[in-house]
């Protein structure tokens, strides 16, 4: 099948689905977004000022919010108060024709709404609900707060990340709330092929916490089976040298260079076969336990040459190795054009902004991409697919039930 045709099924799998997103912020908006990428039309529901993500910047472009930009292509905008008690009674029609509910309300607030997985799934009993919180909709921190850099605090990341004053650092990106969508992501996917083959929905717990966890396995399983906390490695792979940046005459490459092969390929380039034969540096575990020491031999030696000097000499030797790339130089390689990864929208407020698109196909390459939408534009159109009238709809609106037009 020719990879236009993938690229087309793909982004049309989820065709027919429909998604309510009450996402904020980023989670659930990436995961609702994520869905909407593969076909599902995705209703994003928010209340009459426009959800919390529309007024957190820097950054901003012509007075909108990139973090919301960024997380909500390709869907539909439903503005409504949902503390208004009609709200409720919309909800719950259109769950009558919905296939899927996200959700990152603190645990306990749909309930208090009326619009919790037991509420909705008493209209529609194969829905299923997928709640993203920081702990989960059960335990000891359930009613905690928790936001990105909360949870990479939390769950040993940033102990294991060095800041240049000597404390601990962060990823600089919202790690845990995009670790939490694709999680959620997998979790709703799955979840949709067990109601095909049953007819049962089911309601969805993934939490921020449980996310970064399953991210850091391979740290988290050392420490559980060894008891030994990691020391902070910078760049350095904890379980494998050489794998790590050096510096060079004018920047800095990762060079993964562990394997035996490679590690001796590495000492024939630079001239020092006898570190093959030294007993500190023979093997993998040995090169890790004295990496300062096999540092203190590599480092002036990649300072001597420039980066563009260092790495095809290392490619040649077939040795893994990689320029460390700021965000300019990343978007000027031709394996970044040619991905195809990078999608322009037309914004009614901000005119054209690029971003990432969606990663499994490169369908940016191919697929036209709705602009994300502003509060509410969709609300009288979104109401009348699932049977209200124009009536109803001005009624809801002027009882300030339902918002329309951009309004945010």
């Known amino acids: 099948m020719p990879m236009e045709s993938l690229i087309l099924m793909l982004a049309q799998s989820l065709t027919g689905l429909t998604?309510?997103?009450?996402?904020?912020?980023?989670?659930?908006?990436?995961?609702?977004?994520?869905?909407?990428?593969?076909?599902?039309?995705?209703?994003?529901?928010?209340?009459?000022?426009?959800?919390?993500?529309?007024r957190l910047g820097p950054p901003w472009q012509n007075g909108e919010s990139l973090t919301a930009l960024t997380a909500n292509r390709n869907k539909l905008a439903l503005s409504i108060d949902l503390k208004r008690p009609e709200a409720v009674g919309v909800i719950r029609r259109?769950?009558?024709?919905?296939?899927?509910?996200?959700?990152?309300?603190?645990p306990g607030v749909t309930a208090r709404l009326g619009i919790?997985?037991?509420?909705?799934?008493?209209?529609?009993?194969?829905?299923?609900t997928c709640s993203l919180s920081a702990y989960g909709q059960t335990g000891p921190w359930t009613a905690r707060p928790g936001v990105d850099g909360i949870i990479q605090a939390v769950t040993g990341l940033m102990a294991g990340i060095p800041a240049p004053d000597g404390g601990p650092g962060k990823v600089p990106l919202p790690l845990a709330d995009m670790t939490g969508a694709l999680f959620a992501t997998i979790a709703v996917l799955a979840a949709l092929r067990r109601r095909d083959a049953t007819g049962e929905g089911g309601h969805l717990d993934v939490s921020?916490?449980?996310?970064?966890?399953?991210?850091?396995?391979?740290?988290?399983?050392?420490y559980l089976?060894?008891?030994?906390?990691?020391?902070?490695?910078?760049?350095?792979?904890?379980?494998?040298?050489?794998?790590?940046?050096?510096?060079?005459?004018?920047?800095?490459?990762?060079?993964?260079a562990y394997q035996d092969r490679r590690?001796?390929?590495?000492?024939?380039?630079?001239?020092r076969r006898d570190l093959v034969s030294d007993p500190r540096f023979a093997t993998n575990a040995g090169r890790v336990a004295e990496?300062?020491?096999?540092?203190?031999?590599?480092?002036?030696?990649?300072?001597?040459?420039?980066?563009?000097?260092?790495?095809?000499?290392?490619?040649?030797?077939?040795?893994?190795?990689?320029?460390?790339?700021?965000?300019?130089?990343?978007?000027?390689?031709?394996?970044?054009t040619a991905n195809g990864i990078e999608i322009e929208l037309d914004h009614p407020r901000t005119g054209s902004f690029r971003m990432p698109g969606f990663a499994l196909g490169t369908p940016g390459a191919v697929l036209?991409?709705?602009?994300?939408?502003?509060?509410?534009?969709?609300?009288?159109?979104?109401?009348?697919r699932f049977g209200f009238t124009e009536a109803d709809v001005d009624a809801l609106v002027s009882d300030a039930v339902v918002f329309t037009g951009a309004t945010s």
């Open 94 to 106: 259109l769950v009558g024709r919905t296939d899927v509910v996200l959700e990152n309300f603190r």
């Open 116 to 128: 919790d997985h037991a509420a909705l799934s008493a209209v529609k009993p194969d829905l299923i």
């Open 225 to 256: 089976n060894s008891g030994t906390v990691p020391e902070p490695t910078g760049s350095a792979a904890p379980y494998a040298a050489v794998n790590e940046a050096l510096p060079t005459r004018d920047g800095w490459i990762m060079v993964a």
């Open 208 to 222: 921020l916490y449980n996310s970064m966890l399953m991210l850091q396995q391979l740290n988290l399983a050392a």
């Open 291 to 336: 990496r300062p020491a096999l540092l203190a031999v590599l480092q002036p030696i990649f300072r001597q040459r420039t980066s563009a000097e260092w790495l095809p000499l290392l490619r040649e030797a077939d040795i893994v190795a990689a320029p460390v790339a700021d965000y300019a130089e990343v978007v000027g390689t031709e394996q970044y």
């Open 263 to 271: 590690w001796q390929a590495l000492c024939d380039l630079i001239g």
């Open 368 to 384: 036209p991409t709705a602009p994300p939408p502003l509060t509410g534009q969709d609300s009288r159109v979104v109401l009348q």
């Open 19 to 54: 998604v309510l997103d009450f996402g904020q912020l980023i989670a659930g908006p990436v995961c609702g977004m994520w869905l909407a990428d593969m076909g599902a039309t995705v209703i994003k529901i928010e209340p009459p000022g426009g959800e919390l993500a529309r």
